[in-house]
């Protein structure tokens, strides 16, 4: 009788588990492509971030700057040692979704923060590649998106328009 007890909750369990282990994989599995970020002229795919090539001829990047807008925007102004790459790879850290933006001819990386990480902090990570899909080193960027408050809108504003003496 114990071991059909027993048998009952093992396999009580193992439903249980078999039914939720993708909610548990990963917390960003059933979030739309566009929930995340909205990245201008970057497509979302599903997957990992890529590996850096081997080959001496892959682009390589050194360190940007990155600058957050009005707790909306994130600028990245990546710094690549060759000017002729194909685009960019970029992902928040710790999520499956993998954003790949073509050359459009813009210096900078737009990134629209979403609600549900304005005023929070998140690691962005980008690499660039190539015509030949030869990938750069990898860039980790710590993003403060710090909520504004109305005194300091209000101090902006009022230095925005004082006279020079």
Not at 12 to 20: K, P, R
Not at 57 to 70: F, K, S, T, W
Not at 87 to 109: E, M, S
């Amino acid at each position: 009788m114990d071991k059909l007890i027993l048998f009952g909750v093992l396999a009580s369990t193992m439903f249980i588990l078999a039914f939720y282990i993708d909610k548990l994989i990963s917390f960003f599995e059933d979030i739309g492509e566009n929930e995340v970020l909205e990245v201008g002229y970057g497509t979302c795919i599903k997957g990992g971030f890529p590996v850096a090539s081997a080959s001496p001829e892959a682009p390589e990047l050194l360190i940007g700057i990155h600058r957050n807008v009005d707790n909306q925007y994130v600028y990245l102004y990546p710094n690549p040692r060759d000017p002729f790459l194909a685009g960019y790879f970029v992902q928040v850290v710790g999520t499956r979704l993998l954003y790949k933006i073509g050359n459009y001819g813009d210096d900078a990386i737009v990134i629209g923060i979403p609600e549900k990480l304005q005023g929070k902090q998140f690691t962005l990570q980008y690499a660039a590649y190539d015509t030949m899909d030869r990938v750069s080193n990898k860039i980790t960027v710590v993003v403060d998106a710090v909520e504004l408050t109305a005194d300091d809108m209000a101090d902006t504003w009022t230095l925005d328009w004082m006279q020079e003496n």
